[in-house]
C-alpha cells in the first residue's frame, strides 16, 4: 500500500467531474486500498479518488470513531437511488479544505447502489454520520466540494484564505501547519 497526495481547494482537479469505472478490477482494488491508507493516515473519516487526482467515482469511507472497530467501505459508482424528504444539518470538514468546518443541510437518510471491492452490486441504506459521509464524498466526484452548498460570501472567504496559504507555500517552498 502506498500513501497518496491528496489536493488541496482551489484547484481545478478538484472541480472535475469524474468517470465511471467499468470494472473493479485489482488496479481498482489497489487504488482503493491506498485511498484507505491515505485516509486513516490524514486522519479523515472519507475520501474521493478525484481529491488524490483520480478522475473516477471511487469513494472510500470509514465512520468508526477512533475507539471503535474499523469499518472500512470501498465504493466504485455509488449512485443514491433514494433519499428521504427529512433533512439535516451536520458540520462538515474535509480533507481538501484543510481546517474549515460549516455545517452543510443534506437528506438526514439515503439508499445508496454501488459496486464494492469485488465487482459485486450492493446496496446500503445509511442514516447518521455515514449517510454524511456518503453524500459529501459523492459531491467530489461531481466536481462538488462542501463550501459549495455554503452562501457565495462564506464560500469566497475560505477560499481567499487558501489560496493565500497556497501562494505562501510556492514562494517560500514551506508547508505551513495548516496542512500538516
Ligand atoms: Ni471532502
Not at 155 to 176: C, V, W, Y
Request: glycine share 4%.
Amino acid at each position: 500500500m502506498a500513501l497518496l497526495d491528496i489536493i488541496v481547494a482551489p484547484d481545478p482537479r478538484l472541480k472535475k467531474k469524474a468517470a465511471a469505472v467499468e470494472r473493479v478490477d485489482a488496479a481498482t482494488r489497489k487504488l482503493m486500498d491506498d485511498m484507505l491508507e491515505t485516509m486513516y493516515d490524514a486522519p479523515g473519516v472519507g475520501l474521493a479518488a478525484p481529491q488524490v487526482g483520480v478522475s473516477r467515482r471511487i469513494i472510500v469511507i470509514d465512520p468508526a470513531g477512533e475507539d471503535e472497530k474499523p469499518a472500512p467501505l470501498k465504493m466504485a459508482n455509488p449512485e443514491i437511488v433514494w433519499a428521504s424528504e427529512e433533512t439535516k444539518p451536520h458540520e462538515e470538514g474535509c480533507l481538501s479544505l484543510p481546517e474549515e468546518y460549516q455545517e452543510v443541510i443534506r437528506p438526514a437518510s439515503i439508499k445508496v447502489r454501488y459496486l464494492d471491492e469485488h465487482n459485486e452490486i450492493r446496496t446500503l441504506d445509511a442514516d447518521g454520520l455515514l449517510a454524511v459521509i456518503i453524500q459529501h464524498e459523492m459531491d467530489h466526484l461531481e466536481g462538488t466540494l462542501f463550501v459549495d452548498h455554503l452562501s457565495a460570501l462564506k464560500r469566497n472567504m475560505i477560499i481567499k484564505r487558501l489560496t493565500k496559504i497556497k501562494k505562501f507555500e510556492q514562494k517560500s517552498g514551506k508547508r505551513t501547519p495548516v496542512e500538516a
